[in-house]
Nanobody, 122 residues
């Protein structure tokens, strides 16, 4: 059974930085492309970015690249989302997703975590 568990969320202030973690189990972690999504109230799920299992190629959403960075450590089966200079509109539930595809993109992913709340306050 493939399981993804996000952690590292919480309450932060505008301008703070935060790093989310996604720990995988039940899968050959190094063979999965990993992605981060988020969903805020009243909005559709938004693609943040993805990182491939081969060569660590990255692909980001249109509004994410300047402040967010995705990385992974296959030795500990963990993907990370580094978020800098957080804004009020960054508030939402953040999800980790995984798929066996080699191309990092905003499309379909087979496996999802349950999400972690990030709240940015003034």
């Amino acid at each position: 059974q493939v399981q993804l568990v996000e952690s590292g969320g919480g309450l932060v202030q505008v301008g703070d930085s935060l790093r989310l973690s996604c720990v995988g189990s039940g899968l050959t972690f190094s063979s999965y492309t990993l992605a981060w999504f988020r969903q805020s109230p009243g909005k559709e799920r938004e693609f943040i970015g993805a990182i491939s299992w081969n060569e660590g190629r990255q692909f980001y959403g249109d509004s994410s690249k300047s402040r967010f960075a995705i990385s992974r450590d296959n030795a500990v089966k963990t993907a990370y989302l580094q978020m800098n200079n957080l804004r009020l509109e960054d508030t939402g539930v953040y999800y980790c997703a995984a798929d066996r595809k080699i191309q990092p993109d905003a499309g379909q992913y087979d496996y999802w975590g349950q999400g972690v709340q990030v709240t940015v306050s003034p």
